[in-house]
């Protein structure tokens, strides 16, 4: 089996190219997966030395001087820097030297450059960003977590669709149970975009469920969870921001008395066992699903462990052969 | 001092009328707090015979004989139902017979019945609920919680003000920071809609912080968080799912070893507190701002102790004059 190359942007995220190179060393320590770096040569070489030997390990630099910045418009900046590592990274997938490309860098700049490298699959609108999250019994989907801004019920049906293709392609989900994120469980409560929308994903090839309000977003009733990327935004961020509120309140609770304090000590590891499996599931790397290469973007504050997991879900979903298959299932 | 009278939907909720009923009985055990139960009368005696004599409470029943479902569009079902307990006790209020109206039944029926009862505050466009939530340094106000599923960029704005008045008044934050809630910090960031409103709320009379990121709803940046309702009610649906499934993970590791199971047995009440400190603040009961009337909407799942901590704030509430001090902030 030839191995998988993913394009990694080294210079993306809140902490590149630090942890970015740290990862993809990571990664690259694993079996059938190779690394290619992209950003300026000196710089990622500098942070590779800090590893010490890596001859045996698959992995290369490709030069790429600039950066688009958190606070720049993406696609003035794009323009404006035809040597962005995330483009470069995006063009060595569609020159085919390069199976996938991964960034924690500006989502919208990912977005864009992979919208120019690859375009978009036959009968495809909008991409959506489809992140995976921990549930009480597994795993789910939620598409779009912020590719786009704003959205018409035609594009959620869309999403619906390709959400329900990825459960199956890439999670073995046979037949995923697809949600539409409202206000209330009834098909008329919502606004006028979620009344829309449920009317077209009744009426779409999936399993439809009706509408799932936001508490159910955990709980493991749908596989696949549709919403505006805006609200998909603000539901993921709630939900880190509430998960380190938690832990925050809970570490004075657990403090507060010697008995709480010896609690709390005896049941540490069960707090990083629960702390790694919200990481994994949240952390690892989303699919930016329908457009014509296969995309990851991972969280900006992505730790070189969360980089390794997303380059290896990189490489998983490329091996699935996930957008070819995606292709398929919105042929019909 | 003349007792506070709350009117009290007791038909309301999910659990009505027994947990409405026991959480009246025990708001009216404390000092300065008379309860105007709502609903069917001979219904509503036999829940308070349960809690055996209450001669010395000053607890009065008014007979009401409908209700609004939850699943009935709640326009067509006030003008069917001129006896639905939501209107009988806004009506209390607006005859002066009772200083607020408490009901954790049909957000949108009690919405329209405080409405009709009392009308808006000169200069209101949308009335928006205004629901308490916990942080890390205290508690913070989010508006609209949901009252409105389709907002204006100048409703945001009125939310902002009315907001930050009500943190003044009935939280006494002597200079409450209002922040927008949005996908990133920087004012470009964001749909058309958060746009807007940031340009409004950069002129508008309150101490405005900028956009603020999901992320931070519960970090206490801000005293006032200012969204449309729909994004409102995900955010803390989100928020309120995401507690029970951090509990449950956090049972399962707890539960996974002798050691751990020790640690948490020693440290249940940590726990217990934790849950409490969220359950309080959340949970007790949110003014819908901006109608002429104190108005207070409680989870539809509300405890019989959430319900008595909704009667006994909306006591407070109006000892405070909240209403009054609200007008007079819109007025200038």
């Known amino acids: 089996v030839p191995p998988i190359i993913v394009a990694v942007d080294a210079l993306g995220g809140d902490q ?20 290619a770096l992209v950003g300026p040569v000196d710089q990622v070489r500098a942070e590779l030395e800090r590893h010490g030997s890596l001859r045996q390990l698959p992995i290369t630099v490709v030069d790429a001087a ?43 700049a990912t977005f864009l450059a992979a919208h ?63 949600g539409l994120l409202s206000i209330g469980e009834e098909a008329g409560k919502g606004n006028d975009l979620i009344r829309e929308a449920h009317a077209g994903l009744s009426r779409a090839p999936v399993t439809f469920i009706g509408n799932l309000e936001a508490r159910d977003l955990f709980s493991g009733r749908a596989d696949v969870i549709v919403c505006d990327g805006f609200t998909g935004n603000i539901a993921l961020k709630v939900g880190e921001g509430l998960v380190e509120t938690i832990e925050h309140l809970l ?29 994994d599931a949240e952390y690892g790397g989303a699919p930016l699903l329908g457009v014509g290469g296969l995309t990851i973007v991972a969280h900006g504050r992505s730790s070189a462990r969360a980089v390794e997991n997303g380059i290896v879900m990189a490489a998983r979903l490329a091996r699935e052969r996930v957008v070819e298959r995606l292709a398929e299932a919105l042929a019909g």
């Open 116 to 178: 120019a490298a690859f375009g978009v699959l036959p009968g495809v609108e909008r991409p959506g960003l489809a992140v995976t999250i921990p549930t009480r019994t597994g795993t789910a989907i939620l598409i779009d977590a912020g590719a786009n801004l704003e959205s018409r019920a035609e594009h959620l049906v869309q999403f619906g669709i390709m959400g329900a293709a990825y459960a199956r392609v890439g999670w073995r989900v046979a037949s995923p149970k697809v």
């Open 16 to 35: 590149a190219p630090r942890a970015i190179v740290t990862g993809a060393v990571q990664a690259a320590r694993r079996e059938d997966i190779s690394v």
């Open 251 to 279: 570490r004075q609770e657990l403090n507060a008395t010697a008995v709480a304090r010896l609690g709390g000590w005896l049941s540490r590891r069960a707090f990083q066992r629960f702390r790694r499996r919200v990481d």
């Open 66 to 108: 600039d950066v688009v910045a958190m606070d720049e418009p993406p696609l003035a900046a794009l323009r404006r820097k035809p040597r962005a590592s995330v483009k470069v990274a995006a063009e060595l997938v569609s020159r085919h030297e390069a199976h996938a490309v991964f960034s924690a860098g500006h989502t919208g």
